[in-house]
């Protein structure tokens, strides 16, 4: 078992150990994937997001830590879709939003304030929700749960 978990990934590894089995019951039960249609753009796009989820949303909580890496890849990667997003208006809002959040989170809260809670575990799945589907809003929800779990504030509410 995992005693001590501060590093991004630390907590990439703790949050696998609990997502991959819910994809798992997920394909066995729910049929995940099976009947994607390979042919429509759309199920690329969903499989980005389902990979970008499965990744991300267990360190995703960090991005409250002035030093971390995940603040850094936040801002970056918000850049790099705003230079992108010259082509493609959606792209830029998103490269926006990201920048804007990563650059100055660290001034609203402090480092597990109350991007460290449920309130955060909820909002963001219900984003995920609002923008793809509900079973990539659970997977999120697990991911950010087990960041919480790993940092021994699993009941902090907000
Ligand atoms: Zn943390």
Redo the contacts with the bound molecule.
């Keep these: 078992m995992v005693t001590r978990?501060?590093s991004y990934k630390d907590?990439l590894k703790f949050g696998l150990m609990f997502e991959v089995p819910f994809v798992i019951l997920m394909v066995i039960f729910n049929k995940w994937y099976f009947f994607m249609d390979y042919s429509s753009i759309n199920t690329y796009y969903y499989l980005l997001y389902f990979t970008f989820i499965l990744f991300i949303s267990p360190m995703l909580?960090?991005i409250?830590?002035r030093a971390g890496k995940v603040r850094e890849w936040t801002v970056t990667a918000g850049l790099l879709l705003i230079i992108i997003g010259l082509y493609n208006k959606n792209v830029m809002f998103f490269g926006l939003l990201f920048a804007c959040t990563g650059q100055f989170i660290i001034y609203i809260t402090k480092?597990?304030g109350i991007v460290?809670s449920w309130l955060f575990c909820i909002c963001v799945s219900f984003g995920v929700y609002y923008i793809v589907s509900i079973e990539l809003a659970v997977l999120c929800l697990i991911g950010n749960y087990t960041?919480?779990v790993?940092?021994k504030i699993a009941f902090k509410i907000y």
């Design positions: 978990v501060d907590h909580m960090d409250d830590h480092h597990r460290h960041h919480l790993a940092d």
